[in-house]
């Protein structure tokens, strides 16, 4: 029997990317409270007594690394950046487009010199930090320094940055130091466990296949290829000189929105510099369709880094073919070492509140899904 490297961090074998369907109380707590009808803190023990039923639901299905499953979020980003300093909750022009429906229209704005202090991020991962068991990892999923570039692009946030900046350069100064400055304080309170999601890489793969989708945030045609760059340039900067102990993963998404997408096309056009220059430890690929391409762009992926292979949708609750996974995985293998990929769903299961078109029984039973084929493969 082949021997496999036994994980102790972050990404284990079976995996889940962070977020959780909310449940029901939790989401008539947040409608309150948007209502008017009960206060900041009523909700917050709301969430308090929802995120502890969780952890105890992560660890007793097994899983080694778990999340709040962003249950004090709306969204897997925009919240992160109402957080810094010199930003501001705003309503956006137009929601995020996704196939047959639109979100929500929400977006970040800049209201003054951006930085990082006293971010609230910290009091919840703090929460988590005491309330999992002894042993247990408190995996933090923040979205990536390029997402929130890019969506501090939109022409209708770029007004607020031209007013306190002087250029785009100073700008992105600020929001490397801001981060740092997050996982600073992160790292303080115990993290080591960091995930960075980011759905620029698939808008890219998109948009260089597809240039008639490309959406009004500064980008055309022929801005592509600097703005593959640009992006990794940024991720780094912000990974750059963080604590050799800390964990710095990073998860790629074409969008997951009330169990629909945003974007197609394969990794090709973004596998260098994505996987050959970002300089993470782990790389969560979502892999649970046709939409993603080939696994023959794995082959650039350094054989010292981790891929997570994303086989199983978290977008209907139908479980997939046993044997079709892992066949798939085993093929996969063939572009990376199967010592160096685990198994994991292509997303989370709620990456806004509104949570994706399957039940929690259902998410649960993904998860064993997950558990039970890993068990099989690398024991």
């Not at 660890?59 to 249950?71: P, R, S, Y």
């Not at 501001?88 to 003054?112: D, L, M």
């Not at 304080?185 to 759905?199: E, F, K, S, V």
Request: hydrophobic share 35%; net charge negative.
């Amino acid at each position: 029997m082949t021997k496999f490297t036994k994980r102790t961090v972050s990404p284990f074998r079976y995996d889940v990317v962070g977020s959780f369907l909310r449940p029901a109380e939790l989401k008539e707590a947040r409608a309150q409270f948007k209502e008017g009808k009960i206060n900041h803190d009523q909700l917050k023990a709301v969430e308090d007594k929802c995120i502890i039923d969780l952890i105890k639901k992560e660890e007793n299905v097994g899983l080694k690394a778990v999340t709040d499953g962003e249950f004090r979020r709306s969204w897997w980003h925009l919240d992160f950046l109402w957080g810094l300093q010199g930003v501001e909750k705003a309503t956006a022009e137009e929601g995020y487009v996704f196939h047959n429906e639109i979100s929500r229209a929400e977006t970040a704005k800049v209201v003054g010199k951006v930085s990082g202090e006293n971010h609230p991020f910290i009091e919840h991962f703090k929460f988590t930090r005491d309330h999992v068991d002894s042993g247990t990892q408190v995996k933090q999923t923040i979205p990536s320094p390029a997402q929130a570039f890019a969506e501090f692009q939109r022409p209708e946030n770029l007004k607020g940055i031209q007013e306190y900046y002087a250029s785009t350069e100073e700008f992105v100064g600020d929001l490397i130091k801001a981060y740092k400055q997050v996982i600073s304080d992160l790292y303080a309170a115990g993290c080591r466990t960091l995930q960075l999601d980011d759905c620029t890489w698939g808008a890219l793969a998109d948009w260089h296949a597809h240039p008639e989708h490309i959406p009004a945030y500064g980008l055309n045609g022929d801005a592509l290829d600097q703005s593959k760059q640009t992006f990794v340039d940024i991720n780094n900067a912000v990974i750059d000189g963080l604590p050799d102990d800390l964990t710095v993963n990073t998860h790629i998404c074409r969008g997951n929105y009330h169990s629909t997408w945003s974007n197609a096309g394969g990794y090709d056009y973004v596998a260098d510099p994505l996987f050959t220059s970002e300089n993470v430890n782990a790389f969560y690929l979502e892999y649970d369709s046709e939409r993603a391409g080939g696994f023959e762009p794995l082959a650039k992926v350094p054989e010292d880094k981790y891929v997570v292979v994303g086989l199983v949708t978290s977008k209907s609750g139908k479980l997939e073919d046993k044997q079709t996974i892992l066949d798939r995985l085993h093929e996969a293998a063939k572009y990376h070492p199967l010592d160096k990929l685990c198994l994991s769903p292509q997303c989370g299961f709620a990456s806004t509140e509104e949570g994706n078109i399957l039940t929690e029984e259902q998410q649960w039973n993904k998860i064993k899904f997950i558990e039970d084929i890993a068990k099989e493969v690398w024991g």
